[in-house]
């Protein structure tokens, strides 16, 4: 058997014997079994998949007996082994943190049962080589993951109705998933993809553009894209930390995997608008969700909003990618394809890093208000370092790894003028511009995350109380952050996986996106190189001449630690710190007719004078305007039809008789 | 924009000529020997009543011009070398008052500005009053004067800088 | 005998800094010279910066690491990319940095190194100068990166060094629309981003109209200086960046001492003009309301993408 054959299968029963772990063995060891199993299954995993990229040789296989019907297929090539690669590289950490989190956070049987199954799913789900394989496989996922968000169900309400939330939403995208590629198989005649590849480019165009925009829509959803991000800003904060790391860093993955899968793979390829499409998407779903996360002052929600955000630069690079290969230029898709991959690996990365910081913030402090936190930099001073890393890495700053991606997708953007088609002339501009903003506002978000959660003083007592949590917790976070830094400095470790990876997509294949020469990146066929390595060396060369500086010339007085200034008051307490909301204010003024906020002002006079006033209240909210404006008038919607039928279906066994009658008579009449 | 451009060509410089400096080595505090011609200035009104403020903002206005002897006001104590402190201390500004100085780092100048900052001039004994400017925070210079000139301001100020 | 490269990017930095405090004593002396005073003589801030290294280091109670390491990367930044940008030879002393892109985000990384350090210390107004910091430099992202846009078009790179090139080779171009757009709008991003009028005063005394200022009003001593060399430094390295994009002539091409020498006295001279006009510009103009400079930068994004169509039409 190969080595991809024997990780996966390894995994395989790595992950069924953690289930059982979790659901057999007593309390104490229930964390430590599961935890260890899932890391193996990943690192198993992780070995079949870099098995298959080195090699540059998918690996398929098929096992009839284990489905019904249909068997089992399995095509693991180079594009799926990247997400294998990025799920495994953050299952690891998320599965050792799971082993301290254990001791905070849920801890039942079915709990540690069902996160194994999870991890399992989202490590097989770019393996799958047929139709059924992959509906079966997503659905394990999505049946897994709502279990997980509703782990805390008893204690708080939030969480049943964000399961609820998402519960719905992923069969929806389900059944979009589902109906697209049974269309698409029932065109092709076979449903493994190896048939549908052959098949796919010879479809007539109404079935082939069916069956994107279906994709598009079903995938789309469990990328969290505007307008079907609505599940995720609700979900991800109820569910426990490391799951949310993986929901957020893995899973929405699988769903802009599935758009490229079936887009450029299966279909290989399409007209221009397709491009257009997943582009305009990609824009609006990062505009939206950097808004959104700008002015949220609970922590996990900034978290999720920031997912959709870059969730909507990936798709910004697929789509330009898509939109330059309907064009012919191949190199420059094959850059904005690599841009967009590449991304994928650094926000798997920052975004885990980020959700586990938040989880033990949690755990040590109860609250995920960033207007009662802070002062954390003192009393847990791993968790915020480990954070600082992950929100500069968030921001794309250099020479953190967001910096990378962002630079290639801006440079497969930039290139593309000067160009015939006034699509491109008319889109270029406008994904830079978007690219440019979503930068900025991510960048004050997180400043706005780290300073008023993390730093200066603790606003509440919760926050002064917090500390460290347990070393498991502390190793993946500091992990993470390490794999951060490394995928800044060294990125040129991913070229020749990502060229394999884009070598798979037909319209992509024969074009090259870059080449590490030594420790800098340069991109072929265009003139752009950029070296991270020597960003950071140059940064810590400097950094020492300038500390060697101040040691020479600088004061020999000792430093002095004192009450900060403040402008001579008398007292200063933590009250007067700058908090989050106050933080994106004037930003929030700037994005008002975007956010809409709700402004309640409630004045309340005493009873002899107007000019006397007895109390103020003042409410501040914003929610989410695709919440507001489609999904709550849907429902209401829905309801109203729901009550109206209950006129036609009242509880009367009379009524219902006469129903069967009428119904038994009807038949008889038409079966003449 | 083209009146003020006007204006400027036609008013020129009006700064008046600087006397030369009559440099006393007994009247430099130490202090500012250490600052070498650079001189930061943190205005502390104490609780004055105004009169003096308007003649320092003279002195840094465009005819006798302080800063053309190394002198700058700053918003922050951090970033000051001496503090101009004006107006005999209140009892709500005493505290205040102790906590600018304790801001302002090492090596550090007070310069009591006024007769009511030596010896609280003619608030003295008011029920309001803490005390002089001396008896709160310690005082290396001081002018005297109900205002004092611009002229005294500046003699004062050149003496720390040097220049 | 000719100058290696790693001899001319730290000659570069040696220029920056030299000439950075020299800057801010120019543009204070012509405010000065044009309100009718005499001012400070132009090597005043340099006495200031050597007497705010000799003074007293002071850490409020309840800043953590990150207050006294934003100094040294607001500086370390800026002199990498003072040592990148090719201000005095086009020969890409630093090749993998001098990409326009990866400057203009090691200038964030200046910008949020600093808004974190006004967050530290816990006071309202660093809060405030933090919030304000960040809007404006999230407002001015897209308006830099589309007049990078519009500058990489003709020269088919965002390489610093090819622009440049491309510039020298082709001085028409210098003047033609698409140019001109691009200047006016990277002369707002200019103004914004150095913290000048109408969008910040760097001389105000008052805490609400304050934005970089208020970020800093808890640093004392050694980190005062760093911080304010720093700033200095941002003012010279991005009027350089106007220059060396727009007005190019002088530049070195070869290694040759002499043409390095003269481009050094070229970037000064070149330098100190813009920074003069700038100094000149503000006594003419007031602040601008803190929710009035969103309308500013959208104005310059407009011409920056008017920049970018035009380059495409009239490629």
């Not at chain 1, 992959?134 to 897994?144: H, I």
């Not at chain 2, 001396?134 to 611009?150: N, Q, R, T, Y």
Request: some cysteine; aromatic content about 6%.
């Amino acid at each position: 058997m190969t080595t991809a054959g024997a990780g996966l299968l390894a995994a395989c029963v790595l992950g069924l014997a953690a289930a059982v772990a979790g659901v057999g063995l007593p309390r104490r060891a229930r964390a430590w079994a599961v935890g260890v199993a899932t890391a193996l299954m990943a690192l198993g995993a992780l070995v079949a998949a870099l098995a298959v990229i080195i090699g540059d040789r998918a690996f398929t296989a098929r096992l009839p007996s284990v489905l019904p019907l249909s068997g089992v297929t399995i095509a693991l090539d180079p594009l799926g082994a990247l997400f294998v690669v990025v799920a495994a590289v953050v299952a690891v950490p998320v599965a050792v943190y799971g082993v301290g989190y254990a001791l905070h956070g849920p801890d039942g049987r079915a709990f540690h049962a069902v996160v194994p199954l999870f991890v399992l799913s989202l490590l097989l789900v770019p393996a799958a080589g047929s139709v059924t394989t992959l509906l079966v496989l997503w659905e394990l996922m999505a049946v897994a993951s709502t279990l997980l968000v509703l782990a805390d169900h008893r204690r708080s309400p939030a969480a049943r109705d964000a399961g609820q939330w998402y519960a719905v939403m992923t069969h929806l995208g389900l059944v979009a998933i589902l109906i697209g590629l049974v269309v698409f198989a029932g065109h092709a005649g076979g449903e493994s993809f190896a048939v549908l590849r052959a098949r796919g480019p010879h479809l007539s165009s109404s079935v082939r553009s069916a069956v994107f925009l279906l994709a598009l829509v079903g995938f789309g959803s469990k990328a969290g894209v505007v307008p079907l991000h609505v599940w995720l800003p609700k979900a991800h904060p109820e569910a426990p930390s490391h799951i949310s790391a993986l929901m957020s860093g893995v899973m929405v993955n699988l769903g802009v995997y599935g758009i490229v899968r079936v887009g450029w793979d299966l279909l290989g390829g399409g007209p221009r608008w397709w491009g257009v499409v997943v582009l305009a998407v990609g824009a609006v779903s990062a505009l939206f969700g950097v808004l959104h996360a700008l002015v949220s002052s609970d922590l996990k929600r900034l978290l999720a909003y920031s997912t959709t955000e870059n969730v909507g630069l990936m798709l910004i690079g697929v789509g330009a990618a898509g939109l330059f290969a309907a064009d012919g230029h191949r190199t420059l898709a094959a850059i904005a394809m690599a841009a967009a991959l590449l991304h994928v690996l650094n926000h798997a990365l920052f975004k885990a890093l980020l959700f586990l910081g938040a989880g033990s913030v949690l755990t040590a402090t109860g609250t995920r208000d960033l207007d009662r936190l802070g002062g954390l930099a003192r009393s847990m001073p791993v968790t915020t370092a480990t954070f600082a890393v992950g929100a500069l890495a968030i921001a794309a700053l250099p020479p953190l790894n967001g910096f990378v991606s962002e630079w290639l997708l801006l440079q497969s953007l930039v290139h593309s003028l000067p160009s015939t088609s006034a699509t491109v002339a008319v889109a270029m501009p406008v994904a830079v511009a978007v690219v440019a903003l979503t930068g900025g506002l991510a960048a004050a978000t997180f400043v706005k995350a780290l300073g008023t959660g993390f730093l200066a003083r603790a606003r509440s007592e919760e926050a002064e109380a917090a500390h460290d949590p347990t070393v498991a917790m502390q190793v993946a976070m500091v992990a993470l952050a390490g794999g951060c830094v490394a995928a800044g400095v060294a990125p040129t470790v991913a070229a020749v996986p990502l060229e394999r990876a884009t070598a798979v997509l037909g319209p992509l294949s024969t074009a090259v996106a870059f080449r590490g020469s030594g420790s800098s990146l340069r991109l072929n066929g265009i003139s752009g190189s950029m070296s991270p390595a020597a960003i950071a060396v140059g940064l810590v060369i400097a950094a020492c001449v300038v500390l060697g500086m101040l040691r020479a010339v600088g004061s020999p007085r000792a430093r002095r630690r004192a009450e900060a200034w403040g402008c001579g008051r008398t007292v200063q307490t933590a009250r007067m710190e700058y908090t989050a909301t106050s933080f994106a204010e004037p930003l929030q003024r700037v994005f008002d007719d975007v956010l809409r906020p709700d402004l309640d002002l409630d004045v309340s006079h005493a009873s002899e004078s107007r000019y006397h006033i007895d109390a103020v209240r003042y409410r501040h909210g914003i929610r989410d305007a695709v919440d507001t404006g489609i999904y709550q008038p849907l429902l209401r919607a829905v309801g109203g039809w729901g009550r109206w039928a209950r006129r036609v279906q009242n509880g009367s066994i009379h009524r219902y008789l006469a129903y069967a009658l009428v119904a038994v008579l009807t038949v008889l009449v038409v079966a003449r | 924009m083209r009146r003020l451009a006007r204006k400027i060509a036609r008013t020129g410089r009006v700064t008046e000529p600087a006397p030369p400096l009559a440099y006393d080595d007994e009247g430099c505090p130490p202090a500012a020997r250490a600052l070498r011609g650079s001189l930061q200035v943190r205005h502390v009104d104490a609780g004055s009543c105004n009169g003096c403020e308007l003649e320092v903002a003279s002195a840094f206005g465009p005819v006798y011009d302080a800063e053309r002897f190394g002198v700058r006001l700053v918003a922050s104590p951090r970033h000051a070398d001496a503090l101009l402190v004006t107006g005999p201390v209140t009892r709500n500004m005493a505290v205040p008052l102790v906590k600018t100085w304790g801001a302002t780092p090492a090596p550090k100048l007070v310069v009591a500005l006024g007769d009511c900052a030596l010896d609280c001039g003619v608030f003295r004994g008011g029920y309001g009053v803490a005390g002089a400017v001396a008896d709160v925070v310690p005082v290396d210079v001081s002018v005297p004067g109900c205002p004092p000139a611009p002229e005294a301001i500046i003699v004062a100020l050149r003496r720390l800088t040097g220049q | 005998m000719t100058v290696g490269d790693d001899a001319v990017a730290a000659l570069q930095v040696l220029v920056v800094t030299g000439s950075a405090p020299l800057l801010v004593g120019v543009t204070r002396k012509v405010r000065a010279l044009l309100e009718g005073r005499a001012g400070a003589s132009v090597a005043q801030p340099w006495r200031d910066l050597r007497k705010l290294f000799g003074k007293e280091r002071i850490v409020p109670e309840h800043a953590s690491w990150v207050f006294g390491v934003a100094p040294l990367v607001v500086v370390s930044t800026v002199s990498l990319v003072a040592a990148a940008v090719p201000f005095v030879s086009t020969r890409a002393p630093l090749a993998g940095v001098g990409d326009l892109f990866t400057v203009a985000y090691l200038l964030l990384v200046g910008t949020v190194a600093l808004a974190l350090a006004g967050l530290d210390p816990g006071t309202a107004f660093g809060g405030m100068g933090a919030s304000r910091e960040m809007t404006i430099a999230a407002l001015a992202e897209p308006t830099v990166l589309l007049a990078v846009f519009a500058l990489s078009v003709p020269a088919r790179s965002s390489s610093l060094a090819r622009i440049v090139a491309a510039t020298l080779a082709a001085p028409h171009r210098a003047v033609s629309v698409e140019s001109l757009l691009a200047f006016a709008a990277f002369a707002v991003v200019v103004v914004a981003e150095a913290g000048r009028l109408p969008v910040d005063n760097p001389a105000t005394h008052l805490e609400l109209t304050m934005v970089h200022e208020a970020m800093v009003l808890e640093y004392a001593g050694p980190d005062l200086a760093l911080v304010e060399l720093g700033a200095a430094m941002r003012l010279v390295v991005l009027l350089g960046l106007m220059a060396s994009l727009f007005a190019p002539w002088g530049i070195a091409t070869t290694a040759r001492p002499a043409q390095v020498a003269l481009a050094t006295l070229a970037f000064v001279a070149k330098v100190g003009v813009l920074g003069a006009a700038l100094a000149g510009f503000e006594v003419f103009v007031a602040k601008l309301r803190l929710f009035r400079v969103p309308e500013l930068l959208a104005a310059s994004f407009v011409l920056a993408l008017l920049a970018v169509t035009v380059s495409f039409f009239l490629a």
